[in-house]
């Protein structure tokens, strides 16, 4: 078995999480309400400090979910050009919501409240509205990074002061909170909405719930059937998530260790330069000789699997099924592949 650290959507259910979604309890989640999914956007609920979450197939969905309740046609979203929102989620923002993005180009790692005010405008007849600001936590592409509370507030401020409601990508916000000893409801009072994923450290298969005031959820309802349809018995796929939340959070810590020692492995080895991670998700810039493709092909050969997250940069992230063996065997491997020739 390769050891892959492509990305923390690979794991693969546990058995006792498997055993958790065959014996959920079910409803008609339009109709009367599956208990189980009920349960599980509660919990979400009281965990963000939110009034109600909605629970969803997906981040992406959850994500355009928002973007679609706050921000009206023909407006502009400010984010990070690095965005997951714009990066990854092919165009959704103009194609289903009929907006602009506003990408933000950050001074360093990621947006923070000065590039934003930077990048506004003055109303003008000549150009759309703002209509929202999104922040991401952890950041994926700076490599896991954390947002810090204060620039988190900060951001919430320049929006406040410009009317603008603050969505937060929060797919990793787990990882956030275990690696900054700071609880999810306070990262997610910087936030109006607040997208959670599952299924990525956290282990669940599928599934993301998006959090935030009473009303807003409940229109979110209607984004989601315009977007897909009603959910019908999603406790099966929601049981595996609540499992996720009772025994997967803590441990995290554990992928964050793991993180940091395939990070100091590999260190400057061959000239390459790594983002320090803060969290499970570790970026490696390489040098000209070592271009991304040819590492990423060198390290399958050696039963290591990584991303190729630009021609000269590969991603590697600790999850569920990464043992801290695995992650000193595949840091070393890297190391000895960027030490020799290619
Ligand atoms: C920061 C971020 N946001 C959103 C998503 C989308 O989540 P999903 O894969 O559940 O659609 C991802 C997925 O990797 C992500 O990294």
Not at 115 to 125: G, N, Q
Request: glycine fraction near 8%; proline fraction near 6%.
């Amino acid at each position: 078995m390769p050891i892959d650290l492509r990305s923390d959507t690979v794991t693969k259910p546990t058995p006792g999480m498997r055993a958790a979604m065959a014996n959920a309890d079910v409803g008609d989640d339009e109709r009367d309400g599956d208990p189980t999914t009920l349960k599980l956007q509660a919990r979400v609920a009281a965990l963000l400090g939110k009034d109600d979450a909605l629970f969803f197939p997906s981040g992406v969905m959850a994500n355009q979910a928002a973007v679609w309740c706050h921000a009206p046609r023909a407006t502009e979203i400010l984010l990070d050009v690095n965005a997951h929102v714009i990066e990854g989620e092919i165009a959704g923002a103009a194609a289903l919501s009929g907006v602009q993005v506003h990408p933000v180009e950050p001074r360093g790692l990621f947006m923070t409240a000065s590039d934003l005010a930077a990048a506004m405008l003055p109303p003008s007849r000549y150009r759309a509205a703002y209509s929202l600001v999104c922040v991401e936590n952890t950041h994926n592409s700076a490599g896991g990074k954390i947002v810090p509370l204060d620039d988190l507030r900060a951001i919430r401020q320049v929006a406040a002061a410009n009317g603008l409601p603050v969505h937060m990508d929060g797919a990793r916000l787990w990882n956030a909170s275990v690696a900054s000893g700071v609880s999810l409801a306070e990262i997610a009072e910087t936030a109006d909405t607040v997208m959670v994923a599952f299924s990525k450290g956290l282990g669940a298969p599928i599934g993301a719930a998006l959090a935030g005031p009473r009303d807003l959820i409940e229109h979110a309802w209607t984004a989601r059937k315009l977007f897909g349809g009603a959910m019908r018995q999603s406790g099966i796929v929601a049981a595996g998530a609540l499992f996720a939340l009772d025994r997967h959070i803590d441990r995290l810590a554990d992928d964050h260790e793991n993180a940091r020692a395939i990070a100091d492995l590999v260190g400057t080895a061959g000239g390459a330069n790594v983002v320090a991670p803060d969290t499970n998700i570790v970026m490696v810039d390489l040098p000209p000789s070592h271009p991304a493709a040819n590492v990423v092909a060198a390290a399958k050969e050696r039963g290591v699997l990584v991303a190729e997250w630009t021609p000269t940069r590969i991603r590697m992230v600790t999850h569920l099924d990464v043992s801290a063996e695995d992650a000193e065997r595949a840091g070393s491997i890297i190391r000895s592949i960027l030490l020799s020739p290619m």
